[in-house]
């Protein structure tokens, strides 16, 4: 693989609107020559509720090979899976999912960013009470081209 090869990167959460963005990232990627760079920012959703407990670090090792393979299932089943076409890589690292995905952009000749969005409506505005929007941050702060997936039509 050449170090010059176009990439997407796709910051990935654990909702359906990031399997949605990243079912998005994979059709559109082959046909850009892009691979994809798929980005899990830890949260404390990544872990058990108890940070005392005896299988914390062990639940939440658990919990992030988990998400690992829900990525490369939700890969598997799209065309360009299937088909070969799509090429890819995740990793997982820790910090302000904003600043790591514009950090992981700056790292490659990165095209764009993809992110989901948890939409809009009064449950959307709630969560963003308690976690600040990405897409948002990103679109503030980033001097790439940002695709902000919306949710899938049956959320809307």
Do not use: K
């Amino acid at each position: 693989m050449a170090e010059t090869e176009p990439v997407l990167v796709v910051g990935y959460g654990r909702a359906e609107a990031g399997d949605h963005a990243l079912a998005i990232a994979a059709g559109i990627a082959p046909g850009l020559g892009a691979r994809l760079r798929v980005v899990h920012v830890v949260t404390a959703d990544d872990y058990p509720d108890d940070p005392d407990s005896e299988t914390y670090e062990d639940e939440g090792r658990r919990r992030l090979r988990a998400g690992h393979q829900h990525v490369e299932d939700v890969l598997a089943a799209t065309p360009e899976g299937r088909g070969g076409r799509l090429r890819w890589t995740q990793e997982v690292r820790h910090g302000d999912p904003v600043t790591v995905l514009i950090r992981a952009a700056e790292d490659r000749d990165t095209l764009m960013i993809v992110v989901g969005t948890r939409g809009e409506g009064a449950t959307a505005t709630l969560s963003r009470l308690l976690e600040p929007s990405v897409s948002h941050g990103l679109i503030r702060h980033q001097h790439r081209p940002v695709l902000v997936v919306p949710p899938p039509d049956e959320h809307r």
